[in-house]
């Protein structure tokens, strides 16, 4: 980095272009897609002068071998006054216009500084690959009469077939390409030639789209009949307007049982910001689970842009470029939706906000929750959070009073809560046998059938661990020294805890109740298929699952025939959990409510709630009614007691006093660093020795952070790594970031070259 300039991303110092007004702008303010905190400054050359905006990619040459690369100007400013004298040039400029709008800069810069990597990695995942490359678009040429066309003209006799060229250019009210000139003036291009020659036309170069279909249209949608809202969803609905019309920033966190008008309030909210011309972005967790709610947002709004993750590059190229001209009003997505480049955008609503997939498990490592609630502070908006179960982090905002917690207690229209019974398998025979289906919901199953309804049958189980449970006090095997299960690795039949590294032999007793013969976990969802289809040969029964939904649509086909009624059981993992509504279900049944209780995770009485809260929304919305059965072998878990009492607020402060008590998150912040490497020895010292650095740097630096560990990560091996991981945890997320930079700028850590390491800021799973 010779003769670039560098300037610290973090420090106090204001953004490159706050200070763009001084008379003499000369330089362009470069960061790059690598884990670099710093900011490089090109001298921007006369060409390109008033050209070059932030917001642009540029090429510019880094390193020693003066290597082009693309870099992202993030500011147009003076030279640093510790810049050398001479600076590099910028070599050229990719982008015609900004992608990026200032306050979406500023928004990138604060994720970089809040998930620990670099402003540049930031902007290169948040722009999609279609905009870079401008998919699905060409390159025209036009042609246009010059602004000096008439006196070139005055006194000049032109030939027939130029006078005919020129006249179609007269009469045409827009530019015209040279085919379009040609045919109309019935001549070849040599007579456009000469006009252009002469300085009487001239030609200039647009891009346009390939494909003229608008994409964000809704007619021909269906229009839904209208709804009256009750006075719940009204109190609620004016508290948003309330902040919509004044203008301000603030969240809301709309606690809202499942069928209680959540939607509708969002959709009322928007039709609000969208009559002031604004726009709105709603986050969903995954589109293709949700085909419901984007049916009933196409019927309501003008025009909509669903981003899914099928859309094409030239698609989503299209989707962005329209959105950015303000044409949408609003935008339906998952998590990276948070980064559509709307001009004036005027809410943003994230439903059901405890999902997982908000949070990306890949650099940068953002919540789009923390995002969005960042972008809303930028843009003085309101965030509304919903959720039937909101995340424990949400609630304690709300609790306190730093967000606003608005309720909707009831279901709409007076329809019940289904009844949730809690069925103890501890001693049933059909479970002892080896079955996963017992007697209760065997029976149950039988009279819903018989009665005409359809069943859904829910087990969570890709992905997990495997824990060692008693069968005796339905208790699974801790850790001495952290409040999490243990997880049983095969291979050498050890039981390890993935925090601490505390690592023994498999208890052969319940270090609990004393009793003996521990049993491990894992039931597939093809081996209940089978035994679903042995029970019930009667009755048509459609597994769905991420290895059978594979495809494309593969979820609204199969989804299609279980409204139609072709489909009377329908079993699956989560994805069946989520927002849908099926008048018909009279039965839902939760086979295996304790995989998620003993996951080796501090989440996992949360999720376990939140799980049966979710399965329970799934039936008693139709005049029918249902119920709900969860099999468990821990009946008075106050997780699944509480859920099926339907008590979210007594569930979720029992849970913070726990995690008060424990000092975890929300009371505490973690990060977790992550190590993986081929060697496994190598990877393993590579780990040491970093948390060692982090030890040290924290002595140094009488840094309040806490480190345990390193440990294997619950996911030992991983695409042929082996994997190390160690937590930092500490009051604040300021000490964290502190510590991480020190030890990333100062310590040379002199790790193997194949062992690579992340940092994962607020973790939600240590898998
Ligand atoms: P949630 O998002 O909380 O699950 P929805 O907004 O989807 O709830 O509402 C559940 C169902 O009730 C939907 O079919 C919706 O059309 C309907 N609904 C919503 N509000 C009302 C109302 N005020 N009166 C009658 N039906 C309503
Ligand atoms: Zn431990």
């Not at 997982?356 to 309101?382: C, M, N, W």
Request: proline share 7%; aromatic share 6%.
């Amino acid at each position: 980095m010779s003769s670039s300039s560098q300037k610290s991303l973090f420090g106090p110092e204001p953004l490159p272009w706050e200070e763009a007004d001084r008379e003499d702008i000369l330089c362009a303010d470069v960061v790059f897609n690598r884990p670099l905190d710093t900011v490089y400054q090109y001298r921007i050359p006369d060409e390109l002068r008033g050209r070059l905006q932030a917001g642009q990619r540029v090429k510019v040459p880094l390193g020693r071998g003066n290597t082009f690369v693309t870099g992202f100007c993030v500011g147009v400013s003076p030279p640093a006054p510790d810049a050398p004298q001479k600076l590099k040039p910028v070599h050229d400029l990719i982008d015609d216009e900004p992608l990026m709008s200032q306050n979406m800069l500023r928004l990138t810069r604060w994720i970089a500084n809040r998930y620990l990597c670099s402003w540049g990695q930031v902007l290169e995942s948040v722009v999609p690959a279609g905009v870079k490359n401008q998919a699905g678009t060409r390159e025209v040429l036009l042609l246009r009469l010059s602004s000096d066309a008439e006196q070139k003209l005055a006194g000049l006799e032109l030939p027939a077939k130029q006078a005919a060229a020129l006249d179609v250019l007269r009469k045409s009210s827009k530019p015209l390409t040279l085919d379009q000139v040609a045919k109309r003036a019935g001549c070849g291009s040599g007579p456009i030639g000469l006009l252009r020659k002469s300085g009487i036309i001239e030609a200039f170069h647009e891009r346009r789209d390939t494909d003229d279909n608008d994409p964000t249209s809704t007619a021909g949608a269906t229009a839904e009949t209208p709804i009256i809202l009750n006075p719940e969803q009204q109190l609620v609905l004016d508290r948003v307007l309330g902040a919509v019309r004044t203008r301000e920033h603030k969240t809301f966190l709309l606690h809202g049982v499942t069928g209680s008008g959540k939607t509708e309030v969002y959709i009322r909210a928007i039709q609000e910001v969208v009559g002031y011309g604004r726009q709105a972005i709603v986050l969903v967790p995954e589109i293709s689970l949700t085909p419901q709610t984007i049916r009933r947002f196409r019927s309501r709004f003008r025009s909509l842009a669903v981003l899914h993750s099928h859309l094409s590059d030239s698609e989503r190229h299209r989707f962005w470029q329209r959105i950015a001209r303000g044409d949408v009003e609003v935008i339906v997505g998952a998590r990276s939706a948070i980064f559509a480049p709307t001009p004036h955008l005027g809410l943003i609503v994230i439903d059901e906000e405890h999902e997982t997939t908000f949070k990306q498990d890949s650099t940068p490592r953002y919540h789009a929750r923390e995002v969005a609630r960042q972008r809303a502070e930028l843009e003085g908006i309101p965030l509304i959070l919903g959720s039937a179960t909101p995340t424990l982090e949400s609630f304690a905002r709300a609790s306190r009073g730093e967000d606003e917690l608005l309720r909707l207690p009831k279901r709409v229209a007076g329809r019940p809560m289904p009844p949730v019974y809690i069925v103890d398998i501890r001693t049933d025979p059909h479970i002892q046998g080896g079955g996963s289906i017992g007697r209760a919901m065997q029976f149950g199953m039988q009279e819903a059938l018989q009665a005409g309804g359809q069943v859904i049958l829910f087990l969570n189980v890709r992905g997990f661990s495997p824990v060692l449970w008693c069968r005796g006090c339905g208790e699974a095997v801790k850790c001495p020294h952290c409040d999490i299960s243990l997880t049983w690795h095969k291979s050498d039949n050890r039981a390890r805890c993935h925090f601490c590294d505390y690592d023994a032999a498999p208890p052969s007793m319940c270090p609990k109740c004393r009793a003996v013969g521990l049993k491990l976990f894992g039931t597939g969802t093809q081996r209940l298929e089978q035994e679903v289809k042995a029970r019930f040969p009667k009755y048509s029964c459609l597994r769905m699952d991420s290895d059978s939904m594979r495809r494309h649509g593969s979820h609204e086909t199969a989804l299609d025939a279980f409204r139609h009624g072709q489909v009377r059981i329908l079993l699956g993992t989560q994805m069946i959990a989520k927002g849908l509504d099926f008048p018909n279900v009279t039965l839902v049944g939760v086979i295996d409510a304790d995989t998620q209780l003993h996951q080796p995770d501090l989440r996992s009485s949360e999720r376990t709630f939140q799980l049966i809260a979710q399965v329970a929304g799934r039936t008693g919305r139709g005049e029918r009614g249902g119920k709900v059965l969860v099999q468990t072998c821990c009946p008075t878990d106050p997780a699944i007691l509480l859920a099926s009492q339907h008590n979210y607020e007594a569930f979720a402060r029992g849970e913070l006093d726990h995690r008060q008590q424990t000092q975890s998150p929300p009371f505490q912040h973690w990060a977790r660093v992550i190590l993986r490497g081929p060697d496994e020895t190598e990877t393993k010292q590579a780990a040491k020795l970093m948390a060692d650095a982090f030890r040290a740097a924290a002595l140094k630096l009488a840094s309040s952070v806490r480190l345990l560990g390193p440990a294997p990560a619950p996911i030992t091996r991983l695409q042929n790594n082996y994997r190390y991981h160690f937590p930092l945890a500490a009051d604040g997320i300021e000490p964290i970031q502190q510590l991480w930079r020190s030890v990333i700028a100062t310590e040379k850590l002199a790790l193997p070259k194949d062992v690579e390491y992340t940092v994962d800021v607020d973790p939600i799973n240590l898998r």
